[in-house]
């Protein structure tokens, strides 16, 4: 059992992912660039949690560098590669597109790259719910066609699948792709709805809530994401022997090729969320109405029965466990 390596190891999937790794008894090896889109201090304090476990080995380098990346592979041989590394954001590609062009396509490039040439046996890669874009059909379903993101962080993942699958038809490299649905819990991202929320609500601030708080979403807890990216690790992509070019299932291929969701299942509205924030923290927000926002959806939903017929994955946090949690995580880390 060779190092796993962990793209994006100082982000908030990233830190769950390692450290489950570590915990089994894997060596690591991190990668990030560490960027300022959100506070760099709390990506510095994921990453010391990682530093102090002995198997852990850091490598800061941003992965559009086609050097930078493969030197690392050449220096460690990786059987596996989780690749979680990207310019994350749906509203921030409205007005940062070449920040997505060159992390989530060049530096998914460099890393399939890297995988090709130095005998990776299995990459698991990050994709998202946002390419399901404009199909209203749910619970959305890997075996529909995705050919209409609203957003370019939507279409940068699209492009992640495709350019995998090319990959592992030329090259026979196995690779999977996870869809993430609204992934939350400790140490989240400041950028997203709940953290931005609990904070407004802590400092007496009204929150923002869009679609008129209509808006629907898969949230799934963090535990149960990285047990499922785990266990999808260990499940090599192969070839669907029944796959037929007369009839095409996007989700799997004559390839060495997958795609699952990740996901929770059970979709919430935003308004329950907020009501379950409300209760953990002991205090009514104050709530500012607005429309719905470019590049959003207004309901996600994730079929997970292919990832649970594959590795047995079993959502089991419900959201009002999962959000006490992270308001825990916030007090203590933010002392509040």
Known sequence: MGPVLVTGAAGFIGLHVAERYLAAGRTVIGIDNLNDYYDVGLKRARLARLEAHPNFRFVRLDIADAGAVAAVFARHRFPLVVHLAAQAGVRYSLTNPSAYASSNVDGFLNILEGCRHHGCEHLVYASSSSVYGALTKMPFSVHDNVDHPVSLYAATKKANELFAHSYSHLYGLPTTGLRFFTVYGPWYRPDMALFLFTKAILAGEPIAVFNHGRMQRDFTYVDDVAD?????GDRIARPNPDWDGARPDPGTSTAPY??????????????????????CLGRKAVKAMLPMQAGDVPATCADVEDLAAAVGFSPATPIEVGVARFVAWFRDYYRT
């Open 228 to 232: 499922g990216v785990v266990r999808i």
């Open 258 to 279: 997958r795609l699952y969701n990740i996901g929770n299942n059970r979709p919430v509205q935003l308004l329950r969320l907020i009501a379950v924030l409300e209760d």
